[in-house]
């Protein structure tokens, strides 16, 4: 039992020695092919930023239409609708202008 495991144990520790010996090279891409991945990064960056920007702008108009809309009926509820048909409108705009980003982001 002793020699069993004393064998296994030098079995792996050879390949332990093994994989170690084996040098690691990291796939390499052409300039051309980094520069073309490093646009499209830079252009996902980009649209990423534009969309928390416009997402900050949304909410603030539906906070300031929320209240308009309280001001002049004056109840909760109308609140709570205010912000659903906003929500509504704001997310068939998103919806356009994600599909436009994509496409744009396609074409190039």
Avoid at 33 to 43: G, L, T, V
Wanted: no cysteine.
């Amino acid at each position: 039992e002793r020699t069993r495991r004393a064998r296994k144990n030098k079995k792996n520790k050879k390949s332990e020695e093994e994989e170690e010996r084996i040098p690691m090279t990291p796939f390499k891409r052409s300039t051309d092919e980094n520069e073309k991945w490093d646009n499209i990064e830079r252009k996902v960056s980009q649209l990423a930023d534009e969309a928390i920007e416009k997402d900050k702008r949304i909410k603030l108009l539906e906070r300031q239409a929320a209240f308009i809309y309280d001001e002049v009926h004056g109840t909760q509820q109308a609140t709570a609708r205010t912000q659903l048909v906003i929500r509504g409108f704001m997310a068939e705009a998103e919806q356009e202008e994600r599909e436009q980003a994509l496409k744009k982001l396609l074409m190039t």
